[in-house]
């Protein structure tokens, strides 16, 4: 029987906390055009679109044939003005979405990177603790193992982010 939540629970816990807080941090505005983007994105738009641009072209093809006055002749300048616009507006709403989007990314990138160093320290503390019972214990055979000395070295967490950000420069400089 468990005294308490495991660190797997706790972990999910954390994660779900985190989701509850980026979701209330969410205005209005932004709920709806996330509720939009999704409804937009969705293959039924793909056929709605095509279906009113085939009818809008259909309808003016027709009552030019019944020699009719059309309300967009060809090159169906009002159609272009309308699709533009609309493209115009989806772009601005998925961009809108994939900004907020990036912003949780980045936090959750940044919670990894502070977890990753963690788990270093620890590792790095637990090879120590081994390695120092390695050379207590008189059954086992004492060496100096360079490689045991390397890894049980703790690393500068911000030698660490300016050499990340130093190959990143790099890499985008070339």
Same mark, same amino acid.
């Given at each position: ?13 954390? =994660? $779900?906390?985190? *989701?509850? #807080? ?11 055009? /996330? @509720?939009? +983007? ?62 907020? =989007? $990036?912003?949780? *990314?980045? #936090? ?11 788990? /270093? @320290?620890? +590792? ?51």
């Amino acid at each position: 029987m468990s005294d308490g939540p495991t660190y797997a629970e706790e972990a999910i816990e954390a =994660i $779900a906390d985190l *989701d509850r #807080q980026a979701q209330s941090a969410i205005s209005p505005h932004q709920r709806w055009i /996330e @509720r939009v +983007t999704d409804r937009l994105g969705r293959p039924r738009t793909v056929y709605a679109v095509m279906g009113f641009v085939v009818v809008w072209i259909g309808t003016n093809l027709t009552l030019h044939a019944l020699h009719r006055p059309e309300f967009d002749p060809p090159p169906f300048a009002l159609l272009q003005g309308i699709t533009s616009l609309a493209g115009l507006l989806m772009a601005t709403l998925i961009l809108t979405t994939a900004n907020r =989007i $990036a912003q949780i *990314d980045t #936090q959750r990138d940044k919670l990894d990177l502070q977890i990753n160093l963690l788990n /270093e @320290r620890r +590792t790095g503390k637990l090879i120590r603790m081994l390695d120092e019972q390695r050379r207590d214990n008189p059954v086992l055979p004492t060496h100096d193992d360079p490689e045991v000395r390397k890894l049980s070295e703790p690393n500068d967490t911000l030698d660490v982010v300016r050499a990340i950000e130093e190959k990143t420069a790099a890499d985008i400089a070339t």
